[in-house]
């Protein structure tokens, strides 16, 4: 075991205890005595306490090293024979240990100047540490020494907020957000991932600094905003920061859909529902029917373009004709503002172009060609989207929901007959190009494309089986039709 120039721990100066806690895990004990050979006082820090005091067991730890940082991380790296990724900018070093995730970093402080993107580091005490972080309950740490192992310091009442379930910063809300403004959107985080409350002194806070958000990076904003859409109930923070203004910086097509308008007709005044408040509803429904996050982010999407297509018509009322189509089209500049996984895009894309299919089919009429259509064109999210359309039902009466409720049963269950009929799971046309091309005599051109759609719509509509045979047939058929009457070749 290499030895450090650091002071022994009994040379360390002593610090206030609020307790003692029971901490029943070898893997610490054993990082304790790593510490104690090293000569350096070691305290796991931020949601490892956290969650241990709710008794949420969690496998990422942050450790906070009273003397050298990096150089404790290497000792630890090298007694269990494992890689250290080091961060030298911030004196910080993660070494994965089996099922652990460690972060080592010394006691520090990060400030930020009101121009700056990226934290000023500078050495601090353990308080100094405790009172940078973003809120008590996270301000928490335990000792692993062995002579102090278990000892809790809690210096800001962090213990005392969590039975609460009040999300207070260590210092002034104003000086904590200052000092980082990503911290004003972890707050929402927290009150959806904890379901606590935020304490009002920090709503004010936010509310009167939530411009700032500007100033952090694009994926920072768009990692915690994620992180509130994978909650339990995202709900509760997507509202703080609507409330707080957040999120006119944080998603601006998000921000438009709040508020109500009214027209006023003769003596009658006419209002719709407030998308904002319905789609938080919905994004909840799913949220309790489905872990899928781009499923939830579809259901936040899935009327993102009703304020653009609004309008009322009198004697019809408020209509938001094609807002499924331009929303679906308003992803991709979303995705990419936002930085989000592109390889998602055309999953969300097909969920909000599409909500509104099952409902039209139950009012139209369910025809095994229309079924058809839908299940072609939701190809792989046929699922996801039905249990979209069944989140969006936000009556509040029951027997109008179970109405909705039967009426989307019987279209999926519809829809999964005629796909085992017509094996239309891994629907593609049974005649392909080259074929058509021999058969015809054409070269590659549009026709060729013309052709292979009029066969796979013919499929669809119900007309020929989506058997190789029955295609080729119905091609043979309607040769002289496709190619315009004369027999002859028409190459594009």
Not at 403 to 421: A, P, T, W
Request: glycine share 6%; charged share 25%.
């Amino acid at each position: 075991m290499p030895q450090h120039k650091n002071k022994t721990v009994a040379e360390l100066p002593s610090l206030p205890v609020a307790g003692t806690v029971e901490l029943r895990d070898d893997f610490l004990r054993s990082i304790g005595e790593l510490a104690d050979a090293a000569g350096v006082r070691l305290y796991i820090v931020g949601g490892y306490v956290r969650d241990f005091m709710r008794s949420a067991a969690r496998k990422d730890l942050d450790f906070t090293v009273i003397g050298d940082a990096l150089a404790f991380a290497r000792c630890v790296a090298e007694h269990f024979s494992t890689k250290i990724v080091v961060y030298e900018r911030f004196r910080t070093a993660l070494v994965p240990i089996g099922d652990y995730q460690c972060e080592f970093v010394g006691t520090r402080k990060e400030e930020y100047t009101p121009e700056s993107r990226k934290p000023i580091v500078s050495e601090g005490t353990l308080e100094d540490d405790l009172r940078r972080r973003d809120f008590t309950v996270n301000a928490l740490a335990i000792s692993v020494n062995a002579s102090t192992y278990g000892e809790l310091v809690d210096l800001f009442e962090g213990r005392e907020d969590m039975e609460r379930g009040l999300l207070c910063t260590p210092l002034d809300p104003v000086v904590t957000f200052s000092d980082d403004p990503l911290r004003m959107m972890r707050a929402a985080r927290f009150a959806s991932q904890l379901q606590y409350r935020v304490d009002p002194a920090a709503l004010e806070a936010m509310t009167g600094m939530a411009q700032r958000i500007t100033i952090v990076s694009q994926e920072r904003i768009t990692d915690e905003f994620l992180k509130i859409l994978a909650s339990p109930k995202p709900s509760t923070g997507l509202k703080i920061l609507y409330d707080t203004g957040l999120m006119k910086y944080v998603f601006p097509e998000v921000h438009q859909l709040g508020g109500i308008e009214l027209v006023q007709v003769g003596r009658q005044e006419y209002g719709h529902k407030d998308v904002f408040l319905h789609t938080l509803q919905v994004v909840d429904n799913v949220a309790a029917m489905s872990d899928n996050l781009w499923l939830r982010f579809a259901a936040l999407m899935h009327d993102i373009a009703k304020p653009k297509t609004k309008r009322f018509v009198p004697g019809v009322g408020w209509t938001f004709h094609g807002h499924e189509e331009i929303g679906a089209r308003w992803q991709d500049r979303i995705f990419r503002r936002m930085k989000l996984p592109l390889h998602h895009l055309a999953y969300v894309q097909r969920i909000v172009r599409l909500h509104q299919r099952p409902m039209v089919l139950v009012s139209e009429g369910v025809t095994e060609s229309a079924v058809r259509r839908l299940a072609a064109h939701a190809d792989d999210a046929l699922v996801d989207l039905f249990t979209m359309c069944r989140a969006d039902i936000t009556s509040k009466n029951p027997q109008s929901v179970q109405r909705y409720l039967r009426n989307y049963d019987v279209v999926f269950s519809k829809v999964l007959d005629v796909q085992e009929k017509d094996r239309l799971r891994a629907f593609q046309s049974p005649v392909r190009g080259e074929e058509i091309m021999e058969v015809f005599g054409l070269k590659p051109s549009r026709t060729v494309g013309i052709i292979k759609h009029a066969i796979e719509e013919a499929i669809l509509e119900g007309i020929i089986p989506n058997e190789y045979e029955a295609a080729r047939a119905y091609m043979i058929e309607h040769k002289e039709e496709w190619l315009g009457g004369d027999g002859q070749n028409h190459n594009d």
